[in-house]
């Protein structure tokens, strides 16, 4: 009896060898020292790197640029509806449980002094200066 028993954990012991050698070979088969793959860096264009964000073509027939963002800030320019105008920064501010985005202008993009504040209601946002530029020319005066 004592030789069976030492026979069947002999073999019990051998299968779970066994098992865990098979278990080891996978996970080292698992690790099979691959390359990893390195982290994906987008190219710097100027929305990325923060120079700005786009470009608006400004569709109401008349807007004011304002010094700050508020209804009640200064006039400072006006524009006219096709003007083109580079956007900086956007922002929504919070009045009388409205919420109202507003975009500041840098005033580069059509050669005027176009820099200020305006609500983003008044134009048309584009990704790149060309997509603006042909909006901004197609569209009647």
Known sequence: MRIALKYIIGQLSLK????FFIICALLFSACSGKKEIGPVIPPITA???GEY???G?????FT?????????SPSIGYLRRGSLVKIIKRQTIRTQNVFVTWVLTD???????TAGWLKDEVMDIYDN?????????????
Do not use: C, K, W
């Not at 779970?16 to 098992?19: E, M, P, T, V």
């Open 47 to 49: 929305p990325l790197s």
């Open 16 to 19: 779970y060898n066994l098992l």
């Open 64 to 72: 004011h640029l304002r010094a700050d963002p508020d209804e009640d």
């Open 53 to 55: 964000i786009g470009f």
């Open 129 to 141: 200066e060309s997509q603006a530029r042909t909006a901004s020319e197609s569209m009647p005066r």
């Open 57 to 61: 073509v400004i569709t109401a027939s």
């Open 107 to 113: 005033g580069t993009a059509d050669d005027t002094n």
